[in-house]
């Protein structure tokens, strides 16, 4: 087991748990966040001293070689990205330049520090949509359809070429839809909470139709704990839920949660290349490690709706 863990991103909404986690598990933890608008030290405040933290920039190569060279991690857990597909729509830039030149940083460092896994976080979005029926397998093939998914698709081969070209010990990642707690409140969750506290309009892309395989955020760091701990170097892990939701649906379970009517739904202008559904097949994860979700749907989005209800102070100094 890599005990020594260099982690990026570790300041976003599932790297704060993830570190979180790996505190409580027992890792020794360096953390590097350019704490960019989504980052926040806030998600990770309380582990003070527990964990080492670098406001660093991912595509600060001398930097990062600095950190590796003092820390000397065994395992590096890659989840820095821009994440946001609507922000990659307005400007495919940063996204083109912290996924795609930023991973390549993070790969060259742990090639050259010769780590002994890292594990290079993609997402279900690289594979494109799919319709009514059908899923996803680790071996489909890769048809991303936004700036933001093109560039985790990249990433994503990027680290396979890695391992294949120079051996690196890569093990790729692809989680589906992720909410709970910590949140930016820019995705869909969040802001169906945050507009319908304060009585405003709830924006719904479209009809409502699209259809995500919500994935609770702990269970996600879960199945990455375990991918660390037994997965197989080279290898591809799809980690869904099978909770599939409409996001209609979605909507009309939080604002029954407030107590809100359902006149505050807005259907807006679909987001343009809208995917329509994603759903993936996790067999192979949890035929290999065990593991499964373990927070259905109902259960998860009460937490998460509660959770936010309690820390409304942070959701509004996010956004005003
Ligand atoms: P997030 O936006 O909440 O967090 C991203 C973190 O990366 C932030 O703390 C940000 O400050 C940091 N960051 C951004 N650019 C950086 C840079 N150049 N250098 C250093 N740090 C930088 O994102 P998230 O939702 O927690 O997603 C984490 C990872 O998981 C991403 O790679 C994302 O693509 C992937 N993923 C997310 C989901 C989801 O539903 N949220 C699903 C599948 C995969």
Redesign the pocket.
């Known amino acids: 087991m890599n005990k020594k863990l260099f982690v990026?991103?570790?300041?976003?909404?599932?790297?704060?748990e993830f570190v979180r986690q790996g505190v409580q598990r027992g890792y020794g933890m360096t953390v590097?966040?350019?704490?960019?608008?989504?980052?926040?030290p806030a998600r990770i405040k309380e582990l003070g001293e527990k964990i080492k933290f670098h406001k660093?920039?991912?595509?600060?190569r001398q930097s990062i070689e600095d950190i590796f060279k003092k820390e000397k991690p065994e395992g590096v857990i890659?989840?820095?990205?821009?994440?946001?597909v609507d922000r990659s729509i307005d400007d495919a830039s940063?996204f083109l330049?912290?996924?795609v030149k930023?991973t390549q940083v993070i790969l060259d460092i742990s090639k050259k520090y010769e780590v002994e896994k890292l594990i290079n976080?993609?997402?279900?979005?690289v594979y494109g949509e799919l319709p009514e029926s059908g899923q996803f397998y680790e071996t489909s093939p890769l048809n991303p359809n936004s700036p933001?998914s093109v560039s985790?698709a990249s990433?994503d081969m990027l680290g396979r070429a890695y391992y294949r070209t120079y051996g690196l010990p890569v093990i790729t990642v692809?989680?589906?839809?992720?909410?709970g707690p910590w949140?930016?409140p820019e995705?869909l969750i969040p802001v169906i909470i945050l507009k319908a506290l304060r009585d405003e309009k709830v924006p719904v892309y479209g009809k409502g139709l699209n259809i995500r395989e919500w994935?609770y955020?702990s269970d996600?760091v879960d199945a990455v704990f375990e991918i660390l701990e037994k997965g197989e170097i080279g290898e591809i892990y799809n980690v869904g839920s099978g909770n599939e939701q409409r996001n209609i649906d979605v909507v009309k379970t939080v604002l029954k949660l407030l107590d809100k009517s359902e006149d505050l739904i807005e259907f807006v202008k679909d987001r343009p290349g809208h995917d329509f559904r994603y759903s993936l097949n996790s067999d192979k994860l949890s035929k290999e490690t065990g593991w499964k979700s373990s927070t259905d749907f109902s259960e998860g989005i009460e937490k998460t709706v509660k959770w936010y209800v309690n820390h409304m102070d942070w959701v509004n100094s996010k956004i005003r």
Do not use: M
């Not at 590097?32 to 926040?40: C, E, I, M, N, Q």
């Not at 976080?121 to 979005?125: L, M, Q």
């Not at 692809?174 to 909410?179: E, G, K, Q, T, V």
């Open positions: 990026t991103g570790g300041a976003g909404f599932i790297g704060s590097v966040d350019k704490l960019s608008y989504a980052g926040d660093v920039d991912i595509k600060d890659h989840w820095a990205a821009e994440s946001h940063p330049d912290t996924n930023g976080i993609s997402t279900d979005e933001y985790k990433a692809r989680p589906s839809n992720n909410y949140q930016y995705k994935l955020v996600c």
